[in-house]
């Protein structure tokens, strides 16, 4: 059995560095060079995952194959790795309290005083090992959310440090990201918020190996010097990380500055081959030489904040390059769309997506805008929600049901077309409860799906409560609303199509979940090419 190395990355000075991205460069570095890697990420909060959370307060909720709701970063780590991440791969201090909490009226503990040191620090512990225990990996690099000095991450600083004394300088290191800020007014870059925070650490017993600076202009060698003498790290170890124009030029860049090469070395492993990065390399030149321009509208309800569809628009940058054009996305709030203004809104783009959501807030913004873009025939992809839309329009506009809605929306409807699932009825709990992980779903031959994957039997990963009501199918058939896309196990209707249209794609998954840089998503691919016919 294969032990794990372990990498922990770090952060300091100040949050939004990019700890996932230079998480996820590495660790497709050292997968390049032929190790098996993963990556996990502990979140500070006390939420048990982020199921729960308001897209505005975090971002995208990242759902895995297994139905874990996790952090966005995981969606950087199976976009770069092309690997499928896990429930293991995201933990959260409320996921570990929840535990200890267990096993205490369990027993499990009974006669002692329960405690942050050791219970709390023994869990968090267990944890970072499951996935270095199972025997797959080479190295596991382990992200701790939040910034170094955070009261909620000293539990985690303290295990880290608990667990390098444990395997030893060789077998755990410390990667630690900071800022090094450029002051105008002097003129210069400043290295005392990388020296405070390397002290922070040290203060909690714990020495970082490699220091990871993000700056805006280059560090010069005295500078690098200087970090390295007062950080008191080898002068090897400090690692420029200029601002990119695009996040998947960083994994080139690390390669350029060689932190694969040192971590490696810290870890008393050898470099073996260059790291194999051509198709990278090939995506990245197609990413930055488009030949052509296609302009998407995003119709969604959390556009102010774009990580709220963090892997909508990283599957388009995807699919994208596969295209050999640029993807040019355009938010536009759903609240604002009305029937008077919607030509105005929408008109001008090649391409159509009504986006996931939950509420009524903005729906009739969203089923104006499917109305538009089946009237004017412009290419169309409804995700989940976006896919609800279009039944439930269909149903109003074509079929004549004026009061057709979804029973979220409006639970005394008389047509709920779409309604909740029938095991939800008994869901009283809100987290983790919805249709959640990857489901298999059939293609019907012939069918815009089907040619895009260019196979008839697919899975992909879900995330809702409600559901195509099937006592409706016959009659959206026939008229013209196609369900091509069923789950063989409850029938459940997965995706509808307009076959007269030019490209009108719902789909009750989220496929935007599964596109990486190996494999851009197919549907994406055919709707941005869709788009670019137009
Ligand atoms: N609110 C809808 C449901 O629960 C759609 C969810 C989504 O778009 N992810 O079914």
């Given at each position: 059995m294969k032990s794990a190395k372990y990498v922990f990355v770090t952060g300091g000075?100040?949050?939004?560095?990019?700890k996932g991205i230079i998480a996820a460069s590495l660790a497709k570095l050292l997968q390049a060079r032929g190790y098996s890697v993963t990556i996990q990420k502990f979140d500070?909060?006390?939420?048990?995952?982020?199921?729960?959370?308001n897209p505005y307060e975090h971002g995208e909720c990242y759902v895995t194959e297994d139905g874990a709701e996790t952090d966005l970063d995981l969606g950087h780590y199976e976009r770069f790795l092309n690997e499928y991440t896990s429930q293991a791969n995201n933990v959260t201090t409320g996921r570990v309290y929840q535990t200890v909490i267990e096993n205490e009226r369990r027993g499990d503990y009974l006669g002692k005083t329960v405690q942050v040191i050791p219970h709390i620090t023994d869990e968090i512990k267990r944890r970072m090992k499951i996935l270095g225990d199972s025997?797959?990996?080479?190295i596991v690099i382990t992200e701790i959310g939040g910034?170094?000095?955070d009261i909620e991450s000293l539990p985690y600083i303290e295990s880290m440090r608990q667990m390098i004394w444990e395997y030893g300088d060789d077998n755990a290191i410390v990667v630690h990201l900071t800022l090094v800020p450029y002051l105008a007014a002097a003129g210069e870059l400043k290295t005392k918020p990388t020296q405070h925070s390397v002290k922070n650490l040290l203060e909690l017993g714990v020495q970082p190996d490699v220091l990871v600076c993000r700056t805006e202009r280059h560090l010069n060698p005295e500078l690098r010097k200087k970090m390295a003498l007062f950080c008191n790290?080898?002068?090897?170890?400090?690692?420029e990380s200029i601002d990119l124009?695009?996040?998947?030029?960083v994994p080139l860049v690390m390669l350029k500055e060689k932190l694969d090469k040192v971590v490696l070395g810290k870890l008393k492993l050898s470099s073996r081959n260059?790291?194999?990065m051509d198709k990278w390399r090939d995506f990245l030149f197609k990413l930055e030489h488009p030949k052509s321009e296609v302009n998407i509208a995003l119709v969604?309800?959390?556009?102010?904040?774009p990580d709220a569809y963090k892997s909508i628009n990283e599957a388009f940058i995807h699919a994208g390059a596969a295209n050999e054009c640029k993807v040019k996305v355009t938010f536009v709030h759903s609240?604002?769309?009305t029937d008077v203004n919607v030509g105005n809104k929408l008109s001008g783009f090649d391409g159509i997506l009504v986006a996931p959501g939950f509420g009524s807030r903005g729906i009739e913004g969203k089923l104006e805008a499917v109305k538009f873009a089946r009237e004017q025939n412009i290419p169309f992809f409804g995700i989940c929600l976006g896919m609800q839309c279009c039944v439930i329009e269909y149903a109003r506009?074509?079929?004549?049901?004026?009061?057709?809605?979804s029973s979220e929306m409006d639970?005394?409807?008389?047509?709920?077309?779409?309604d909740l699932m029938e095991q939800q009825k008994?869901?009283?709990?809100?987290?983790?409860?919805?249709?959640l992980g990857a489901y298999a779903c059939d293609l019907s031959k012939g069918s815009n799906a089907a040619r895009a994957y260019g196979k008839t039997h697919i899975t992909e990963r879900h995330r809702h409560r409600?559901?195509?009501?099937?006592?409706y199918k016959q009659k959206l058939e026939d008229a013209?609303?196609?369900?091509?896309?069923?789950?063989?196990?409850?029938?459940?209707?997965?995706i509808v199509e307009?076959?007269?249209?030019?490209w009108f794609v719902g789909v009750q998954f989220h496929p935007e979940l599964k596109s990486t840089v190996a494999n851009p998503h197919p549907l994406f691919v055919r709707f941005v090419k869709a788009a670019l016919d137009k």
């Amino acid at each position: 059995m294969k032990s794990a190395k372990y990498v922990f990355v770090t952060g300091g000075v100040t949050s939004s560095l990019g700890k996932g991205i230079i998480a996820a460069s590495l660790a497709k570095l050292l997968q390049a060079r032929g190790y098996s890697v993963t990556i996990q990420k502990f979140d500070p909060y006390i939420n048990v995952d982020p199921g729960t959370l308001n897209p505005y307060e975090h971002g995208e909720c990242y759902v895995t194959e297994d139905g874990a709701e996790t952090d966005l970063d995981l969606g950087h780590y199976e976009r770069f790795l092309n690997e499928y991440t896990s429930q293991a791969n995201n933990v959260t201090t409320g996921r570990v309290y929840q535990t200890v909490i267990e096993n205490e009226r369990r027993g499990d503990y009974l006669g002692k005083t329960v405690q942050v040191i050791p219970h709390i620090t023994d869990e968090i512990k267990r944890r970072m090992k499951i996935l270095g225990d199972s025997g797959k990996y080479d190295i596991v690099i382990t992200e701790i959310g939040g910034t170094v000095g955070d009261i909620e991450s000293l539990p985690y600083i303290e295990s880290m440090r608990q667990m390098i004394w444990e395997y030893g300088d060789d077998n755990a290191i410390v990667v630690h990201l900071t800022l090094v800020p450029y002051l105008a007014a002097a003129g210069e870059l400043k290295t005392k918020p990388t020296q405070h925070s390397v002290k922070n650490l040290l203060e909690l017993g714990v020495q970082p190996d490699v220091l990871v600076c993000r700056t805006e202009r280059h560090l010069n060698p005295e500078l690098r010097k200087k970090m390295a003498l007062f950080c008191n790290v080898t002068p090897n170890a400090v690692i420029e990380s200029i601002d990119l124009r695009t996040i998947y030029e960083v994994p080139l860049v690390m390669l350029k500055e060689k932190l694969d090469k040192v971590v490696l070395g810290k870890l008393k492993l050898s470099s073996r081959n260059e790291p194999e990065m051509d198709k990278w390399r090939d995506f990245l030149f197609k990413l930055e030489h488009p030949k052509s321009e296609v302009n998407i509208a995003l119709v969604g309800k959390y556009v102010e904040l774009p990580d709220a569809y963090k892997s909508i628009n990283e599957a388009f940058i995807h699919a994208g390059a596969a295209n050999e054009c640029k993807v040019k996305v355009t938010f536009v709030h759903s609240e604002l769309i009305t029937d008077v203004n919607v030509g105005n809104k929408l008109s001008g783009f090649d391409g159509i997506l009504v986006a996931p959501g939950f509420g009524s807030r903005g729906i009739e913004g969203k089923l104006e805008a499917v109305k538009f873009a089946r009237e004017q025939n412009i290419p169309f992809f409804g995700i989940c929600l976006g896919m609800q839309c279009c039944v439930i329009e269909y149903a109003r506009n074509v079929l004549g049901i004026k009061k057709a809605h979804s029973s979220e929306m409006d639970s005394k409807t008389p047509d709920p077309i779409i309604d909740l699932m029938e095991q939800q009825k008994k869901v009283s709990q809100k987290g983790g409860t919805m249709r959640l992980g990857a489901y298999a779903c059939d293609l019907s031959k012939g069918s815009n799906a089907a040619r895009a994957y260019g196979k008839t039997h697919i899975t992909e990963r879900h995330r809702h409560r409600y559901e195509l009501n099937n006592k409706y199918k016959q009659k959206l058939e026939d008229a013209g609303m196609v369900i091509t896309g069923v789950n063989p196990e409850t029938g459940l209707g997965e995706i509808v199509e307009i076959p007269s249209h030019k490209w009108f794609v719902g789909v009750q998954f989220h496929p935007e979940l599964k596109s990486t840089v190996a494999n851009p998503h197919p549907l994406f691919v055919r709707f941005v090419k869709a788009a670019l016919d137009k």
